[in-house]
């Protein structure tokens, strides 16, 4: 058997977030029949910034829009591709986002579900420690900006 090639891949997504009456939520994507919740995120495009990524992705997978406030920071994890014999060593660049418009029922295929959490419910909903990491962080920015 010949040993695993290595991959590297970057990936763009965002917290996107709306303030009513002082409820913070935060918009989360439900995958893999439902049963994974986390935040929207997609491989960057050739000629496309991470930026431009993360508004792209947050919009196709919630069915949102949102203006980038800040960079929220990258998250980066290693995994297997079977089909082509590779370790893939993925980052991803998060960024904050201020919701503008859009409802979650847009979301696209790709998807199972989008649907807004409030942000501490959705800090122990989220399955990935990543997300959490992210989100964590995203609160504490949240918190400076209002």
Not at 33 to 42: A, D, E, I, Y
Not at 53 to 79: C, F, H, M, P
Not at 103 to 123: C, G, I, Q, R, Y
């Amino acid at each position: 058997m010949r040993p695993a090639t290595i991959k590297n891949q970057v990936s763009s997504g965002g917290v996107i977030f709306r303030t009513n009456a002082d409820k913070t939520e935060i918009a989360l994507i439900a995958v893999k029949g439902g049963n994974v919740l986390s935040l929207p995120k997609g491989i960057v495009d050739k000629g496309e910034s991470p930026e431009e990524t993360a508004v792209r992705e947050v919009r196709e997978e919630t069915g949102l829009r949102g203006r980038i406030k800040d960079k929220i920071g990258e998250i980066s994890y290693w995994y297997y591709i079977k089909g082509e014999n590779a370790r893939c060593r993925k980052t991803v660049h998060f960024y904050l986002m201020e919701y503008l418009s859009g409802s979650t029922k847009d979301h696209d295929a790709e998807v199972d579900d989008a649907a807004w959490f409030p942000l501490d419910e959705a800090l122990g909903k989220v399955s990935y420690k990543g997300d959490r990491e992210i989100i964590e962080k995203a609160k504490g920015m949240i918190k400076k900006i209002e």
